[in-house]
């Protein structure tokens, strides 16, 4: 797998592990512990989950998956903004932007910068989560015979 492609799937599976950690812990709430067994191993590439573990890894993992949710959510937020600079910005007087006078230069900056931005925020304080999200899944479900697949 190429590491872009690795670093995407990272932090998409970081970026997911809050909602899809709350949706499991209605469904085991609900009386449905086996699929949301199922549902949270999905998630985590970890097997092993009980309704119980389920709920405790809501509990303990909620500080890692909302900071995950939270970064991810704002490189996602700030790709569209930069990418798309010529959109939102087109209309208005992007003369002084950096990168201007044209609007060719104005989005290389923009786009070019955000890129290494993303680069770095992904490469490792994502990856940093990503990893510990995925070591208390191993914790919870006693999944520490098998090694950590290579995630980015």
């Known amino acids: 797998m190429s590491p872009i492609r690795r670093t995407v799937r990272t932090a998409a599976r970081a970026f997911l592990a809050l909602p899809a950690g709350l949706a499991a812990v209605v469904l085991t709430l609900v009386g449905r512990p086996g699929r949301a067994a199922r549902w949270q191993g999905r998630i985590t590439g970890v097997e092993g989950w009980t309704g119980g573990r389920v709920l405790a890894r809501a509990v303990l993992g909620l500080p890692l998956d909302a900071a995950a949710f939270a970064l991810v959510g704002f490189a996602l937020f700030n790709s569209v903004r930069n990418f798309g ?11 002084q932007a950096w990168g201007g006078p044209s609007m060719a230069g104005v989005w290389t900056v923009h786009a070019g910068g955000w890129l290494l931005c993303l680069a770095v925020l992904l490469h490792w304080p994502v990856r940093w ?24």
């Open 85 to 95: 600079y010529p959109v939102w910005y087109l209309d208005t007087d992007y003369h």
């Open 129 to 152: 989560l990503a990893g510990a999200q995925h070591a208390l899944a191993r914790r919870l479900t006693g999944d520490l015979t098998r090694p950590r697949p290579r995630s980015a």
